[in-house]
């Protein structure tokens, strides 16, 4: 049985190299070929992707943006957003042109930094922000779901899905200023089976974080469940 799994194994490695042969990954971001042991992009472009401090500050530049409009026990971002830049490169792919491994991926690099930074301890649920159905319809499926699929690939936790809930299709955040932003998102958000949430630390799952008032509405719906408390991270700041 041994000398069989091993046989296969070698016949799948040898499967996987001729196909890479004619159909080679490459780096989405310098667009070479990618080594076995690489996943969506090479080692060189992550480290050239600039991160944050927010997982070493508990002050950080993303737990600022909340201040006096709700509480949250620890907020942060993995890297900045810059226009043409890495981490707009990554997202790009996830959220518009239906490359759901990259989001897997960088859930996965987001869950390195959670179990590696002193401030996020005690969370016991994962969540991400909700598309309303007809945008998820649209889109055909809802990006922040499968960063939290790679968060949990590592930290093993509770995930949720399903009770937090976007019961107004807003229209798009992109071009709105702070204040019309958070227009658009107080009351588009709603809860299911909260029971389900009482005394939960939950972390708070999106894409990118601009103004803050998509996770601000969320959050705040949230803590509307007795015992709750919410953490926020996301994979980039504007």
């Avoid at 490359?99 to 859930?107: M, Q």
């Avoid at 949990?152 to 509770?158: G, P, R, T």
């Avoid at 408390?229 to 996301?234: A, D, F, G, R």
Wanted: with cysteine; net charge positive; aromatic share 10%.
């Amino acid at each position: 049985v041994y000398y069989f799994m091993a046989l296969w194994k070698n016949i799948e490695s040898i499967a996987e190299d001729f196909v890479s042969l004619f159909y080679p990954e490459l780096c989405l971001i310098c667009n070479k070929n990618l080594l076995k042991e690489e996943e969506c992009i090479c080692i060189a472009c992550l480290h050239q992707t600039p991160k944050t401090d927010c997982f070493l500050q508990k002050e950080n530049m993303v737990s600022k943006r909340f201040w006096g409009r709700v509480k949250l026990e620890n907020a942060a971002a993995l890297f900045q957003f810059k226009k043409q830049g890495n981490a707009q490169k990554l997202i790009h792919p996830l959220k518009y042109e239906g490359d759901k491994t990259i989001g897997v991926f960088l859930g996965k690099q987001l869950a390195f930094s959670i179990r590696d930074s002193k401030f996020f301890e005690g969370i016991n649920l994962i969540m991400p922000v909700p598309l309303h159905l007809t945008k998820e319809k649209i889109r055909g499926y809802n990006q922040s779901n499968y960063i939290v699929k790679g968060i949990n690939e590592i930290l093993q936790l509770e995930v949720n899905f399903k009770s937090l809930i976007r019961i107004e299709n807003t229209d798009s955040q992109t071009r709105k200023k702070r204040f019309s932003r958070w227009e658009n998102m107080m009351n588009s958000f709603s809860l299911k089976d909260s029971q389900k949430l009482k005394n939960k630390h939950i972390l708070l799952v999106d894409d990118v974080i601009t103004t803050g008032s998509t996770l601000e509405a969320c959050a705040q719906k949230l803590l509307e469940s007795e015992g709750v408390k919410v953490s926020v991270v996301t994979i980039a700041v504007t």
